[in-house]
């Protein structure tokens, strides 16, 4: 089974970075070629929303309140997707859960859409990201 850990959420500052990890496990059973993997997050009473992603060539996603403020990276040999958080903002404020879409023959590369949840099977439980002013 795959498995996500993710790490890192904490309470800060307004204005305050923070770095979100997620470790993922694949079983050596699985023949696969690629990984697409994404961060998303989800506030109580809300639908839950991508904020950015990496695709299988190593290309990456944003939403546009991410873009400028987050970088998502990619350590491969460590199935590791990480998410730099600067500038922070009180709605930011959030359960960030990360996902993966694991890319086995003859599925040519990831969904057309990694921002959107339903292009995913697996997920972690979950990291809080806490803004404070």
């Known amino acids: 089974q795959v498995h996500l850990v993710e790490s890192g959420g904490d309470s800060v500052q307004s204005g305050g970075s923070l770095r979100l990890s997620c470790a993922a496990s694949?079983?050596?059973?699985?023949?696969?070629?690629?990984?697409?993997m994404a961060w998303f997050r989800q506030t109580p009473g809300k639908q839950r929303e991508g904020v950015a992603a990496?695709?299988?060539?190593?290309?990456?996603k944003y939403a546009d309140d991410a873009k400028g403020r987050f970088t998502v990276s990619q350590d491969n040999t460590k199935n590791t997707l990480y998410l730099q958080m600067n500038s922070l903002k009180l709605e930011d404020t959030a359960t960030y859960s990360c996902?993966?879409?694991?890319?086995?023959?003859?599925?040519?590369?990831?969904?057309?859409?990694?921002?959107?949840?339903?292009?995913?099977?697996?997920w972690g439980q979950g990291t809080q990201v806490t803004v404070s002013s």
């Open positions: 694949i079983p050596v059973s699985i023949k696969y070629s690629g990984t697409c």
């Open positions: 990496i695709d299988n060539t190593g290309h990456p």
């Open positions: 996902a993966i879409f694991v890319v086995v023959p003859p599925v040519p590369g990831c969904p057309p859409d990694l921002l959107r949840h339903e292009s995913f099977g697996y």
